[in-house]
């Protein structure tokens, strides 16, 4: 592949060094000339050079004491000076030439000769007389000759110069690979060798590194083949004490209820196979053609992951261990297989059931932050646990383990108590089906639209101006009607592959999804409830929560955390404006009229968003969250003011027009002050819009004099 690449190389960086080493001399050629004409044809210059050569003269002829007609000593200085010619001049008599064959014998003789009028003439004075100089020089000769030597320089430093700069990149690879041979020869193969160009040193340079892998892999493999066979014989160990451990209690019959028995049994029966895949894993890895892993990669769901947690929790109590355990609400898939899965849980319970203590409770907390659950273990140490030998070998297993997975192991440790700490990489969910409107726009608050595979809204929704674009867009679906709540069936929610539902009680429980919880497990869907909506005595802190929830769930905690604080601040601001009041003003809230019973809020949401807003439901202290209450009950509650619901069949205007033309409430405070609010169930069902609703409860409650229409 690289034959005689290198030569080829070499005589074309000849070729070319010899080309630009020439287009530079003809440059240099070309600038010393442009320079050389330029400085010549300035006449001035040209006198000033002939005035300093004359002057040269003169001090010759002083210091040498040469007389007028001793021409040899003329002829010398002529010699040594780079004029081309002088002419010597005595009373209008040429009496000396440099250039031609003649000399005046005596004083007397000479060519009588006048100097031509355009002769430049310097005086001389000799020794025995003066006379007159004329120079004829020629520099720009001299300077031509300097230009071209100068050139040749230039063009000789630049052809040497590339092909030297060709050789000493090549000389210096080659000390670089002797190098890297040397770092070989000592045992150090974890730096590769550089392979630069394509010639035969390049080749070469890949062979050696070819070689350096080559002993990589032995060496990766000899060590592999001691990890593997103490990593399997720990983790064959791990499922035999606890078989052992299940055995024993069967055996010695230390539970007398049959089904507590039964539970043993079927431990049993999975730890032997477990240890049965681990020994078809052992085979297949020495025997098989080519070693590989028999695991099937595959997410773990929250409910699988959850039972092999109890299982090792019901191994720990069956040894006499109490355990508090706390786990994460959020919905989520681990990103290993279960069998990985069961490999890291049985070496940290191994360790537990080792070198733990029964006096102190082992703490199981599970938590869910940014895309890593962290599963933490935290227990009473034995003295004799930090002498084991043994000690530190499920903890390696269980690192290597989650680190093959992208996630990490973090252990602390104090004279009596120990930790341990491990991160693994969770499946975020990417396709939402949301029911109900508040959800909805909560999500699209989120930032999430784009996971959004499908909605209902449930009922006529009046969605945001700012939302209401983004809603259109949205896989809008319907189904059938109950109580003027609309919602599609749970087969319609399905066809739309979501992974994730989120949505309220009711309206999981209208599309069947909540009793159909084990086979929305099974499609590999997690449901999610929004918790404030059924909460008794539910609070704003707890719609913060509910958003920064979803926020962790989906990593837009940032997100999350913005929309949450530009609801409070809204809220405190309402508040800052109410200073503070004497009483709080009695409020009813009039959602809807059945058979002469008014339906209203108890101890729902609402309540407290009425108390932020400088109210007090007269019905807050109900044990329900909404209810059905009588005539005489509002009337006995003298409410100033009354929240009405849009919702339902009945509009706004008509409920107010109702409610004022009851006589038993025609002496009511808020009748007779006419303070009716308007309010849309979207504004009091937990959401994003609720921190507005305050300040629209706010300003209803507090207006100085009768509205003319009602607060909307």
């Not at 699209?444 to 674009?469: M, N, R």
């Amino acid at each position: 592949m690289f034959k005689k690449i290198l030569a080829r190389r070499l005589v074309l960086s000849v070729i070319l060094a010899f080309i630009c080493a020439g287009l530079v001399f003809i440059l240099s050629q070309q600038l010393f000339s442009y320079g050389i004409e330029v400085k010549y044809a300035d006449g001035a210059y040209l006198k000033q050079r002939m005035a300093e050569e004359a002057a040269d003269f003169q001090h010759y002829i002083t210091e040498n004491d040469v007389a007028i007609h001793d021409f040899s000593k003329i002829s010398h200085w002529v010699d040594t000076t780079k004029i081309t010619s002088i002419s010597l001049y005595e009373d209008n008599r040429l009496i000396y030439h440099s250039a031609l064959p003649y000399q005046a014998e005596t004083p007397d003789s000479g060519i009588r000769h006048e100097p031509l009028p355009w002769k430049e003439l310097y005086p001389v004075h000799f020794r025995d007389g003066d006379g007159l100089l004329n120079l004829s020089l020629d520099f720009k000769h001299y300077d031509y000759d300097l230009a071209l030597l100068l050139s040749l320089l230039i063009f000789f430093t630049v052809f040497l110069g590339i092909v030297l700069f060709f050789v000493h990149r090549k000389t210096f690879y080659l000390l670089e690979l002797e190098q890297q041979v040397l770092l070989m020869q000592g045992g150090k193969l974890d730096i590769a060798i550089p392979l630069r160009g394509s010639d035969e040193i390049t080749s070469l340079a890949e062979n050696l590194d070819g070689i350096r892998q080559v002993l990589i892999k032995q060496k990766q493999t000899q060590e592999a083949l001691q990890k593997f066979a103490a990593t399997m014989s720990h983790d064959i160990r791990t499922p035999l004490a606890a078989l052992i451990v299940y055995l024993d209690i069967i055996l010695n019959k230390r539970v007398s209820d049959d089904q507590r028995l039964q539970q043993y049994l079927v431990k049993s029966v999975e730890k032997a196979n477990q240890l049965k895949s681990l020994t078809d894993h052992l085979f297949a890895y020495f025997v098989g053609s080519e070693r590989q892993s028999i695991e099937v990669e595959e997410n773990l769901n929250r409910t699988d992951f959850e039972k092999l947690v109890f299982d090792g929790i019901f191994l720990l109590e069956s040894s006499g261990f109490t355990v508090k355990t706390t786990l994460t609400h959020q919905q989520y898939s681990l990103r290993l297989s279960r069998q990985s899965m069961e490999r890291i849980l049985d070496n940290v319970f191994a360790n537990i059931l080792k070198y733990a203590t029964t006096d102190k409770p082992v703490i199981i907390k599970i938590t869910l932050a940014e895309e890593m659950l962290t599963l933490c273990f935290a227990n009473g140490t034995k003295p004799e646990a930090k002498n084991s030998e043994n000690a530190g070998m499920g903890i390696k297993n269980t690192r290597t383990v989650a680190e093959q997975y992208h996630g990490s192991l973090t252990e602390t440790q104090s004279e009596h108590d120990y930790s341990i700490e491990i991160a693994l990489p969770v499946e975020v969910p990417k396709a939402i089906f949301a029911l109900q409107a508040t959800n909805i726009e909560t999500l699209i608050a989120l930032g999430l639209q784009d996971k959004i595979v499908g909605v209902s809204t449930g009922h006529a929704a009046d969605f945001l101006p700012e939302y209401q674009e983004i809603y259109n867009s949205l896989n809008c679906l319907e189904g059938n009607t109950f109580r003027c709540h609309n919602y599609p069936p749970f087969e319609v929610v399905v066809s739309t592959k979501p992974d994730f539902i989120y949505g309220t009680s009711f309206s999981l429980d209208i599309t069947r999804i909540i009793s159909l919880l084990k086979n929305v497990d099974k499609a590999s869907i997690t449901t999610y409830i929004n918790k404030p909506t059924n909460m008794f005595n539910a609070r704003m802190d707890d719609v913060y929560e509910e958003i920064l929830t979803l926020g962790r769930i989906f990593n837009v905690e940032e997100r999350a955390g913005e929309v949450v604080q530009s609801m409070s601040a809204k809220i405190k601001e309402v508040q800052g404006k109410l200073g503070s009041i004497e009483e709080p003003v009695p409020v009813f809230v009039f959602d809807s009229e059945e058979d002469g019973m008014f339906f209203t809020a108890g101890s729902a949401l609402l309540s407290n968003m009425i108390e932020l807003a400088g109210g007090k439901n007269i019905f807050a202290a109900a044990n329900r969250n909404w209810l059905f209450v009588s005539h005489e009950e509002i009337t006995q509650g003298r409410p100033e003011a009354v929240v009405v619901i849009d919702y339902g069949k009945t509009g706004p205007e008509d409920k107010i027009t109702s409610f004022k033309n009851n006589p038993l409430f025609s002496e009511l405070p808020a009748v007779v002050k006419d303070k009716f609010i308007i309010v849309s169930l979207n504004d009091v069902l937990p959401g994003t819009r609720n921190a507005d609703c305050v300040e629209k409860l706010s300003r209803g409650f507090h207006l100085q004099a009768p509205s003319p229409h009602p607060i909307n």
